[in-house]
C-alpha cells in the first residue's frame, strides 16, 4: 500500500496562558536560529569548516549556563532550526536557494514539535511542558503523526499537522477535456463557456488599509496604540488572503473534479508585473497560487496538466480556422478573425485554443512535479529566433 505525506492546518483555540507559551517557543526557535547563523558566519570568516550538527553540540554545551530561559518550552524549539538551518545552507549550496538571513520578531513566527511528543483526541492537541489546547477542527487525515508546526498569522494561532497515511481521495472518474485562459477582468474562462469571475479581494479592502496605513503612520513608535493597528493590519490581510484562497481552492477543486485533462498558460508572472498599470491587478488575482494548488491536487486525484509554453499565441490564434494574427491589442475584448471573419469573446477563444494544443501538438514528458508525472510541458514551435539564439530583440 502506497505511504504519502499530507498536511492538515488548523486553527487553535488557545487560552492567554497558552499564548504565552507559544510566544516563548517561537522567541527560542528564533534566537537558536539567529545564534546558529552569527556562529555559521563567524566560523565562515576564520576559515573553519562548521555544519548544524556541530553547531548544535556547542548549542547544548552553554544553554545551560548561558541560556536556562530556553528550558521553558519543549526541548524541539530549540534543536529542529539547527537542521533547518542546515537544509537552508545545503539549498543555497546547491542554488536553489537564497543566503540564509536573520529572523526578526513578528514575521513569521513559528516552531516546530517532533510527532512523539504530540498526541491528539478528538479536538484537543496535548503539547509537552503545556497541556491540552483546543482545535476549531477534528483532523481529516487517518494515520501516523510525524510532527507538528505551530506558526501564528496576525493575532491567530494554527497547527499543521504532518501525518503518513495511506488514505487517499477520491480519483477524477471523467475523462474530458478541458482549457483554462487565465485572465484579470475574469479570473477564469473555460473552453466550454463557463466563467468564473475576478474576487479582487485585494481591491475591495484598499480603502480600509490605506486608513489603517496612514493611523499607523500617526502613532508614537514602541506605543500599544501602535501595536494594535499593526494588528489590525495583519489581520486585514490576513481576511484579503483567505478570501484569494477560498476563491482558487473552488476553482481548482471544481476543475479536477470534472476535467482527467487540464490545459494552462505558462504565464510570466515577473514580466507580466512590470505593467504599472495592471501589476495590483495581477497579484491580487493569485495566478501563481492557482498552478501550484492545480498541480498538487492533480497528483491526488489522477489528472493531468498540460501546460502550454509561454510562446504560445493562444489569444491570437483563431480557434476555427487556426488563422494567426500579427498584433492583438489588450483593448480588442472582441476576437475578430481576418481569414474566416468569426467574431468570438477574446478569453473563450484562447480557452478553446489551448484545449486543441492537447491533440495538436506533443508532448515531450518534461516532468515539473516530482516523479507523479502529473504535469507535463507542451513545446510548441512558436518561439521567437531571437530567443532560441539567445540573442536581444531589435
Known amino acids: 500500500m502506497k505511504v504519502i505525506n499530507r498536511t492538515h492546518k488548523i486553527k487553535l483555540d488557545p487560552t492567554f496562558k497558552q499564548t504565552t507559551y507559544f510566544r516563548k517557543a517561537c522567541g527560542v526557535a528564533r534566537f537558536t536560529w539567529n545564534w546558529g547563523l552569527s556562529k555559521w558566519e563567524e566560523k565562515y570568516k576564520a576559515g573553519e569548516k562548521t555544519n548544524a550538527l556541530a553547531l548544535k553540540k556547542e548549542f547544548n554545551g552553554i544553554k545551560e549556563k548561558e541560556f536556562p530561559w530556553v528550558y521553558e518550552v519543549t526541548k524541539y524549539a530549540s534543536q529542529q532550526p539547527f537542521i533547518h538551518l542546515q537544509k537552508a545552507f545545503q539549498g543555497f549550496f546547491t542554488r536553489k536557494a537564497h543566503y540564509p538571513k536573520y529572523k526578526k520578531k513578528g514575521i513569521r513566527d513559528s516552531f516546530y514539535i517532533g510527532g512523539d511528543q504530540v498526541r491528539i483526541v478528538d479536538k484537543k492537541v496535548k503539547i509537552p511542558n503545556l497541556g491540552w489546547v483546543r482545535l476549531r477542527e477534528f483532523l481529516r487525515i487517518q494515520g501516523k503523526i510525524t510532527g507538528v508546526t505551530i506558526s501564528r498569522i496576525a493575532d491567530h494561532w494554527f497547527i499543521s499537522i504532518h501525518v503518513e497515511t495511506s488514505q487517499m481521495p477520491s480519483p477524477c472518474k471523467s475523462h474530458a477535456s478541458i482549457g483554462v485562459d487565465l485572465g484579470i477582468k475574469t479570473f477564469a474562462t473555460l473552453s466550454n463557456g463557463k466563467i468564473f469571475p475576478s474576487n479582487n479581494p485585494l481591491k475591495k479592502k484598499l480603502k480600509r488599509l490605506k486608513r489603517l496605513q496612514r493611523r499607523l503612520s500617526r502613532r508614537v513608535k514602541g506605543s500599544k496604540n501602535r501595536r494594535k493597528t499593526r494588528n489590525d493590519i495583519a489581520r486585514l490581510h490576513y481576511r484579503v488572503t483567505c478570501s484569494r484562497n477560498d476563491t482558487i481552492h473552488k476553482l481548482t477543486s471544481h476543475l479536477t473534479d470534472e476535467y482527467q485533462k487540464i490545459v494552462i498558460e505558462d504565464l510570466d508572472i515577473s514580466d507580466m508585473v512590470k505593467n504599472k498599470r495592471l501589476s495590483k491587478a495581477i497579484l491580487d488575482g493569485g495566478l501563481y497560487e492557482f498552478r501550484r494548488q492545480l498541480s498538487y491536487k492533480a497528483v ?45 469573446d477574446r478569453d473563450l477563444n484562447a480557452a478553446i485554443c489551448l484545449e486543441q494544443l492537447v491533440s495538436t501538438v506533443s508532448s515531450t514528458g518534461i516532468d515539473v512535479c516530482g516523479q507523479d508525472g502529473s504535469v507535463v510541458m507542451l513545446k510548441t514551435s512558436l518561439q521567437p529566433a531571437w530567443k532560441k539564439q539567445k540573442l536581444s530583440p531589435v
Open 300 to 344: 491526488d486525484k489522477g489528472n493531468k496538466v498540460f501546460i502550454a509554453d509561454r510562446w504560445y499565441a493562444s489569444s491570437k490564434r483563431c480557434s476555427f480556422c487556426k488563422h494567426q494574427k500579427e498584433t492583438l491589442h489588450l483593448s480588442e475584448r472582441l476576437y475578430k478573425c481576418d481569414a474566416c471573419g468569426k467574431e468570438i
